[in-house]
């Protein structure tokens, strides 16, 4: 069972960062495109960020030029560094190992999600 352990988040003022990082287990994330994604209160879970195997990224709209996603594939671990954060990046964060190599139909793995609250 591929596990997912993001850390990182935390109370932080507007305008200030955080990095989250998400390690993962085995030989999953030599085998997935990794995400981050977040879920505020009463709203849909959206797309942070994203990054293929091979590197090539996407944000989310509201992400563009405040957040990097990166990978460390010695690590295992995919990082999410967010500056410049505001109210509205309030929310639980999840990690995602999309792995499309496992198995006949691939697999998703998620993360437990880390908070992140931003706020005076």
């Known amino acids: 069972q591929a596990q997912l352990v993001e850390s990182g988040g935390g109370l932080v003022q507007p305008g200030g960062s955080l990095r989250l990082p998400c390690a993962a287990s085995g030989d999953i994330f030599s085998r997935s495109a990794m995400g981050w994604y977040r879920q505020a209160p009463g709203k849909l879970r959206e797309l942070v960020a994203d990054?293929?195997?091979?590197?090539?990224?996407h944000y989310g709209d509201s992400m563009k030029g405040r957040f990097t996603i990166s990978r460390d594939n010695a690590k295992n671990t995919v990082y999410l560094q967010m500056n410049l954060l505001k109210a509205d990046d309030t929310g639980i964060y999840y990690c995602?190992?999309?792995?499309?190599?496992?198995?006949?139909?691939?697999?998703?793995?998620w993360g437990q999600g880390t908070q992140v609250t931003v706020s005076l």
């Open positions: 990054i293929s195997i091979g590197g090539r990224t």
């Open positions: 995602n190992a999309d792995c499309t190599m496992c198995g006949p139909a691939g697999e998703d793995y």
